[in-house]
């Protein structure tokens, strides 16, 4: 009987949320110091009065992902890629004044629009500087929690059933980029979830987008992100990284 099963899977959910929140009291970080410095993603992705793009600050230290995510990696990562897509995207701005002053929100939904000369260097580097930006806010040294609550939790329930079949499919998304790109769980505008993935640094918020949606977990699955630990192994990177998820922080955005 669909009930049976439906309330089968609940207990399932709630026997899983039981057994994490048992070593939720191993957990000691202080959250509301680790998100104290926290900013909306709009404020992340503003240009400063002077229309130039900056790095935005990381809200913990390169090591503090350790040891689901090395330190070099995280040093590398920020100082060099991520600094790399904001300098390239400054550049490809200065070459269109016009553009000067919008968000990187504002940028990205109007790809298509864009004046040719710029287009490729600000899909590219604008969401370069976008999934970053967001990358290192849903990453949090030790996941505050193990599985996400409320209505996020609901929304994933009725949409994989179980917390090991949601990361399966988001395992197996992630896996099935070829080359470069990030795996997603996005929100349509009814609160729908769903997992997609975008080549290179497209995300679900381009107008130029397939599958389109609000972000609410995204991982960078280009092997600049995991090699150094993982090398060629994915799928252990992907393991992983829940580790370092913040289900809080995905809550919050879900809304
Ligand atoms: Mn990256």
Redesign the pocket.
């Known amino acids: 009987m669909k009930t049976t099963t439906k309330n089968s899977r609940r207990d399932f959910i709630k026997k899983s949320a039981l057994a994490a929140a048992g070593s939720l009291t191993f957990l000691s970080v202080d959250w509301q110091k680790a998100f104290a410095g926290q900013i909306s993603m709009e404020e992340l992705t503003q240009p400063g009065n002077d229309g130039v793009f900056t790095l935005p600050a990381l809200p913990y230290s390169y090591g503090a992902l350790e040891p689901y995510i090395d330190a070099q990696t995280m040093e590398i990562?920020y100082t060099k890629?991520?600094q790399k897509y904001v300098d390239n995207l400054n550049a490809a701005i200065a070459k269109a004044p016009e553009l000067k002053g919008k968000s990187i929100g504002e940028l990205l939904s109007m790809i298509d629009s864009l004046p040719d000369g710029v287009r490729a260097p600000i899909r590219n580097n604008g969401g370069g500087h976008w999934n970053?930006s967001f990358?290192w806010q849903i990453l949090a040294p030790k996941s505050d929690m193990m599985m996400p609550s409320g209505k996020l939790k609901e929304a994933m329930v009725s949409q994989w059933q179980t917390f090991d079949n949601f990361k399966d499919q988001f395992k197996q998304a992630g896996l099935g980029v070829f080359g470069s790109g990030w795996v997603w769980m996005i929100a349509d505008q009814g609160g729908k979830l769903s997992i997609v993935n975008t080549p290179n640094q497209d995300n679900t918020m381009m107008d130029i987008a397939k599958d389109k949606g609000k972000p609410i977990i995204g991982i960078?699955v280009?092997e600049?992100?995991y090699y150094l630990k993982y090398q060629n192994k994915r799928t252990d990177y992907l393991d992983a990284v829940w580790n370092v998820i913040s289900w809080k922080k995905a809550m919050e955005l879900y809304g």
């Open positions: 990562h890629h991520h970053h990358f960078d280009w600049h992100a």
